[in-house]
């Protein structure tokens, strides 16, 4: 059986915007390779991990999406409006192109894009099929994200992740919403949290959380639930962090129940958020009684560091 390898090259504020899309029209697989510094990763040990080629100039991001050969008539046109539009959202437009592969090819082709990640001070992102380089100063966590989203490579999911590293004392109760491939919920646990639940409204997210959690030997609970639906959040407990790398849209659809969720004196960290769309949220979050203690910024993307006001 052939597929088609649709392979998207534009600058790195726009990949979640383009793999979503891609998810969106059906793709069985989407691989993201984005710009590395090589010459700091051979500092710390990681370059044999990084071959030459996988050095992008600047902002260039690279997403590549395998999909059933009648995407070419049913969805290529879809796909390359939604690339022309990108623009109209201050992000940089991309450009596309198709080549045909066989299914054996594809199954396994995103998985040489990938490589052991550092993150902040003390984390590093280790794909499953790797075994971790030995780095005493770093806590590896291995990851397999299957069909869900999420590497830890991501401009937005490092961000939350280097905030839970500094801010993870021991024992915190966690809830992360929108957990894709588990890897905020397991990196709060790794760092020593105590309770923490992952929440995601796809199954295959759940399901890649749940394995993922098994494959480091961590305990995590991991559920399926729409947080659009009010009666979903009664089934959540109170944590002293909440963790939501999303999108602005969906940040705020949520804010409203966010506080029940927190317990006093919680903290919580809002991801996904473009930097047009900042001040937006930001004024959301004010009027909904949060205190905007911190925020921060890679790229195009903006997270905020919150607190229940007292």
């Keep these: 059986m052939q597929w088609l390898e649709v392979t998207v090259k534009t600058g790195q504020a726009s990949v979640e915007a383009v793999a979503a899309k891609m998810q969106e029209l059906g793709a069985g697989g989407v691989a993201i390779e984005e710009n590395w510094n090589l010459a700091g990763l051979k500092a710390m ?7 030459a080629s996988c050095e992008l100039a600047g902002d260039e991001a690279i997403i590549r999406g395998y999909f059933p050969v009648s995407f070419y008539a049913d969805g290529r046109r879809e796909l390359e409006d939604f690339l022309a539009r990108l623009p109209e959202f201050g992000l940089a437009p991309g450009t596309m192109a198709v080549r045909v592969v066989d299914a054996a090819d594809w199954e396994h082709a995103w998985k040489k894009y990938w490589h052991p990640t550092p993150v902040g001070k003390k984390l590093l992102i280790v794909p499953a099929w790797q075994e971790p380089p030995a780095d005493e100063g770093r806590l590896s966590l291995r990851l397999d994200p299957g069909a869900a989203f999420g590497t830890g490579t991501h401009e937005s999911t490092r961000l939350c992740l280097e905030w839970l590293e500094e801010n993870i004392r021991g024992g915190e109760t966690v809830l992360d919403l929108g957990c894709g491939s588990g890897v905020l919920a397991l990196a709060a646990k790794l760092l020593g949290a105590g309770r923490v639940l992952g929440v995601d409204k796809d199954e295959p997210a759940v399901q890649a959380s749940r394995e993922n959690a098994v494959l480091n030997g961590l305990e995590a609970e991991f559920v399926r639930a729409d947080l659009l639906a009010d009666a979903a959040w009664d089934n959540f407990f109170t944590a002293s962090i909440v963790t939501a790398n999303l999108t602005a849209d969906l940040i705020l659809s949520i804010l409203g129940r966010l506080r029940s969720v927190l317990a006093p004196g919680g903290q919580a960290v809002l991801s996904g958020i473009i930097r047009d769309r900042q ?6 979050v004010v009027r909904h009684g949060f205190h905007v203690r911190r925020k921060y910024c890679a ?3 903006v997270a905020l560091w919150l607190e229940l006001k007292k």
């Design 45 to 51: 040990g990681l370059g044999d991990y990084f071959p």
């Design 279 to 284: 001040d937006e949220v930001e004024a959301a």
């Design 299 to 301: 790229g195009e993307w």
